[in-house]
């Protein structure tokens, strides 16, 4: 059987799944509502939690899967937080900041870090942002191999500025360049090329 991989923007509200058999989700928006015809056995290789958006990589292959969870692929972020940055919070995030994971501490690994001095352009999101009025705001790119649970939202709030929003924007080489929320593209020659 020949594999198939996608990219996708997730929008803001959905979940990184395509079905759930928990009562208390039935509500919730899942992956199999983006208006495209994905093949039976697809998955989300990692996931992005609910309020977070942007790049997801879905593929008919688990051992795809796994390659691009198992730790050593780069994953983007951009981070809009509540503030104005400060070259110490970032030299902190760099380092690696105490953050806590199912009640346990955890000390993430060093990572790369950068203010973003251009507001980046991306869709509209489905949820407001607060507006300027309630207080400044910047942008961070955050280039982690790890992918904790909400590990990028704990990670600015430990320094001392909350993530607004969060769109990771590449996974190795495949990035979402020019992409609106809900969008799919197959990108399997690609894939098999980058992670082979």
């Known amino acids: 059987m020949k594999h198939q991989h996608f990219k996708i923007f997730k929008p803001y509200g959905y979940l990184s799944q395509f079905i759930t058999h928990q009562a208390k989700a039935k509500k919730k928006k899942m992956l199999g509502e983006l208006n495209y015809n994905f093949p039976k056995e697809t998955m989300a290789a990692g996931r992005l939690d609910e309020p977070s958006e942007g790049l997801l990589i879905l593929t008919t292959d688990g051992k795809m899967s796994a390659k691009i ?11 809009q937080v509540d503030g104005i940055i400060t070259d110490e919070a970032i030299q902190e995030l760099k380092n690696g900041v105490e953050i806590g994971i199912n009640g346990e501490k ?8 950068k203010k973003i001095t251009e507001t980046p352009i991306f869709p509209e999101r489905a949820k407001k942002i607060r507006d300027e009025r309630h207080g400044p705001t910047s942008w961070v790119s955050i280039i982690l191999t790890e992918g904790k649970y909400r590990q990028v939202r704990k990670m600015t709030a430990a320094v001392g500025f909350p993530t607004l ?29 980058e992670l082979p």
Do not use: Q
């Open 69 to 79: 969870t198992g730790g050593s692929i780069e994953k983007e972020y951009y981070a």
């Open 106 to 113: 955890y000390f993430t690994k060093p990572c790369k870090v």
């Open 165 to 193: 929003r969060l769109v990771r924007v590449r996974i190795g080489t495949i990035e979402i360049n020019g992409m609106n929320a809900g969008d799919v593209e197959e990108i399997t020659s690609i894939l098999e090329r």
